[in-house]
């Protein structure tokens, strides 16, 4: 059975912390996602990654970054959290090319105080 | 940037009744899938119609595009309280990627 895990369900972090979510899928899929989910707002993409070390700018990328050195893990990196960066982080997978699934993880709640 | 908007925002039915979600988008795509999300869980695929298809099923899922309307419509047939869900459709522009844009989804809620 296919498995994105996502480290964290829930994550309380102060203002200004340094936050690291992580994600590893069992599938072998170059593709890797990280999303944000906000109320009325749908998701939206933050980062994504093709392959190994390999990242590219989604839609919001602004105070996020992403690191993949070993292919089945994916992390997401923020390096001063703010309170409007509260929110549902989906990270995700899939084969390479169009037309693919896309696996979700269980999501991990953010609240930065 | 959205790419999908759903319409209706929420629905509310009787058990054993159909549901209909709408979907618009506003540019070219390659395919268009339809995604399931529990309340505070992760999303589920449930089908993908390419660009050149028309219409699709899968079990009591039945699927529409009409790639003239920038549309794609999903009915989910004599639905059952654990059809409860929000629903989202998903576009891809075919960059390469498998970079999906999804819309805000619809709030389905299936009453016994």
């Known amino acids: 059975d296919v498995k994105v895990t996502q480290s964290s369900r829930y994550l309380v972090k102060r203002t200004g912390e340094k936050v690291f979510l992580e994600c590893v899928q069992d599938m072998d899929h170059e593709n890797m996602f990280w999303y944000r989910q906000d109320p009325g707002l749908g998701l939206r993409l933050i980062y994504f990654s093709y392959d190994v070390k390999m990242k590219e700018k989604g839609d919001i990328p602004e105070g996020y970054s992403v690191s993949r050195e070993k292919k089945e893990r994916f992390s997401l990196i923020l390096e001063s959290a703010s309170t409007n960066q509260t929110s549902m982080y989906l990270c995700?997978?899939?084969?390479?090319?169009?037309?693919?699934?896309?696996?979700f993880g269980e999501g991990s709640w953010l609240t930065v105080v | 940037s959205q790419q999908g908007e759903e319409d209706p925002q929420a629905l509310s039915i009787q058990e054993g009744e159909n549901a209909t979600m709408n979907c618009s988008y506003k540019t070219s795509i390659n395919n268009l899938q339809w995604y399931r999300q529990n309340s505070g869980r992760g999303l589920v695929h449930l089908i993908l119609i390419r660009s050149n298809e028309r219409e699709k099923h899968s079990g009591r899922l039945r699927v529409t595009l009409d790639t003239s309307k920038k549309s794609s419509s999903l009915l989910i047939t004599a639905s059952r309280a654990a059809d409860t869900a929000s629903y989202f459709c998903?576009?891809?522009?075919?960059?390469?990627?498998?970079?999906?844009?999804f819309g805000t989804g619809t709030r389905l809620l299936v009453s016994p």
């Open positions: 995700a997978s899939s084969l390479y090319g169009s037309g693919n699934t896309i696996y």
């Open positions: 998903a576009t891809d522009a075919d960059t390469g990627f498998q970079k999906l844009v």
